[in-house]
């Protein structure tokens, strides 16, 4: 007589009850499914493409020997590799069988009677393959579609697929509050969530589940990219020298005296940013600008006169040195344009107090900006083919809060700085060819 389907728990409880059992034909007949669901398991190993043939092979028997319970489970694990392999998804055979082979294994450990391990989330392809910040800012970008399986176990709640946007620096912003899943077999990043932090440093997406890296895919901008250094780090390569111009963006900190100082510097053939200072937090960021044909290189320091450097027609000038004390109203670096329409550089009476600037040729459009201290933060235009620099600082820098800079966010310069000390001031030129 066909002995009637076991339960779940009988199944569980297996060690235990052959040990009972052991000459009973139960225990033969359940150790036959585990051989049965074994081979299927090795078939599939051998040959990736044999799955879906081998998984129906596999059905029939166990419901032919009375496993309605595991055929069932088997059922639906087959069901979801077709779904897997559908057009839609486009996962391959190798995909889909390693998919089957892990299923299979959890299904042994339950009839064995041990935990089974959770289902590692995999990916078969990724659509757009590259994400193009533009693209955002259009609106003709709104998500990116993983497809894979394993997602989710039951629920989507119990995920834990995590999703990170990368800078260069390493450095990551959590988003897993953009993702979404449509199935076990589709997730979705809205890539265009307005609480995502995107900039000129925003390098990759990472996707994670536990410390393992399920995917990355690539950002890709023409925003300029930035890049910062503060006290103790290493001086970050910025660029090559050829053809790129690199000047600084941001600062911050106590300049209180001649060694405090921050610049970007060229060395065998590349630009870097870098600085000095024995007092706390000082910091600063750089722009790099490309294609603009140099003019020329300018130094300035305390107790001489300004210096002459270009006309203002046609060129933009930029500071890439600041050295020395900032602790007063009256203490400044500056660019400035003189009645003849040159710019100049200079600044004013503090001692020790030094520049640098360079000037670049072929611009087309330039733009004034200044910040003070009670100001809010100064939209400055797109990022998409321009660039901004800092063109004059002053006031107290008296301690890590002080700082000024300009900066992007989701695809537009922003001027904006934080004072803790009275007097503080900051100006930016921005230029592009539009």
């Not at 060690?15 to 034909?25: D, E, H, R, T, Y």
């Amino acid at each position: 007589m066909k002995r009637q389907t076991l339960s779940f728990r009988r199944h569980v409880q297996i060690p235990l009850v052959c040990l009972m059992v052991v000459l009973s034909s139960s225990c033969q007949e359940i150790n036959g499914a585990v051989t049965t669901i074994q081979g299927a398991i090795d078939m599939i190993g051998r040959e990736s493409s044999s799955w879906q043939g081998t998984m129906k092979e596999l059905e029939a028997n166990l419901f032919k020997d009375g496993d309605d319970l595991i055929a069932h489970q088997v059922t639906m694990l087959a069901e979801r590799g077709i779904a897997t392999g559908s057009a839609e998804i486009r996962c391959d055979v190798d995909f889909i069988g390693n998919r089957m082979i892990e299923g299979l294994k959890r299904i042994l450990d339950e009839m064995e009677g041990r935990t089974p391990a959770p289902p590692v989330p995999h990916f078969c392809t990724v659509s757009p393959t590259v994400i193009e910040l533009e693209q955002i800012q259009q609106g003709s970008l709104v998500g990116v579609n993983f497809y894979g399986y394993d997602l989710f176990e039951k629920d989507i709640r119990d995920s834990n697929v995590r999703i990170f946007l990368q800078n260069r620096n390493g450095s990551q912003q959590d988003i897993t509050f953009a993702r979404s899943f449509l199935s076990h077999y589709l997730m979705t990043i809205r890539v265009d969530d307005t609480r995502i932090d995107y900039s000129g440093e925003s390098e990759k997406l990472v996707i994670t589940a536990g410390k393992k890296v399920l995917s990355e895919i690539s950002i890709v901008s023409k925003l300029p990219t930035y890049f910062d250094w503060c006290q103790g780090d290493a001086p970050p390569r910025l660029a090559e020298d050829v053809g790129q111009t690199c000047a600084l963006s941001r600062m911050s900190g106590r300049f209180g005296g001649a060694t405090d100082s921050v610049s970007t510097l060229t060395s065998n053939g590349s630009w870097y940013l870098s600085g000095n200072s024995s007092e706390a937090g000082v910091c600063a960021s750089a722009t790099c600008a490309n294609g603009y044909p140099r003019s020329g290189d300018f130094m300035w320091s305390a107790g001489t006169s300004p210096v002459r450097m270009v006309l203002q027609e046609g060129n933009a000038c930029f500071l890439t040195s600041i050295s020395g004390r900032l602790q007063g109203a009256n203490d400044r670096i500056e660019i400035s344009v003189g009645s003849d329409g040159y710019y100049y550089l200079g600044g004013g009476s503090q001692p020790d107090a030094s520049a640098t600037a360079r000037c670049v040729g072929k611009v087309t459009r330039h733009s004034e900006f200044s910040w003070s201290k009670g100001m809010g933060t100064l939209p400055l235009g797109t990022a998409t083919g321009q660039v901004c620099f800092l063109s004059r600082v002053s006031g107290h820098f008296g301690g890590t809060l002080d700082s000024v800079r300009a900066y992007i966010k989701n695809g537009s310069w922003y001027l904006d700085g934080v004072a803790e000390h009275a007097n503080l001031t900051a100006s930016v030129s921005c230029i592009s060819r539009l």
